[in-house]
């Protein structure tokens, strides 16, 4: 399996942006279909993005589309999440996760990061 490690998290004023980043390590990156998870006190784990080996393909979350930009960047094993507009909902730990394969989709991940807190006041 493929290493990851999250970073770039903190505590936001609601409107403000953050970009998260997820560093992987130990397989080959471009192999791996990429996506972001969240999970906010108390709730269950929730999908966030996912990304394409080759970057090509999105999908995003309704809750996050069109204010979240998932990105990745191969030569640098690494995946990014540009946030905007940010809110207080937007409030959870956030994942990376990496699954082997090809076509982009929100399920079948088996690798995880540790998460980054993101909190966002009001």
């Known amino acids: 399996q493929v290493q990851l490690g999250e970073s770039g998290g903190g505590l936001v004023q609601a409107g403000a942006s953050l970009t998260l980043s997820c560093a992987a390590s130990?397989?080959?990156?471009?192999?791996?279909?990429m996506g972001w998870f969240r999970q906010a006190p108390g709730k269950e784990r929730e999908f966030v993005a996912a990304i394409n080996r080759n970057g090509g393909s999105t999908l995003y979350a309704d809750s996050v589309k069109g204010r979240f930009t998932i990105s990745r960047d191969n030569a640098r094993n690494t995946m990014y999440l540009q946030m905007s507009n940010l809110n207080p909902d937007d409030t959870a730990v956030y994942y990376c996760a990496a699954r082997y394969g090809v076509f982009v989709g929100s399920t079948g991940f088996d690798s995880w990061g540790q998460g980054t807190q993101v909190t966002v006041s009001s």
């Open positions: 130990g397989r080959t990156f471009s192999n791996y279909v």
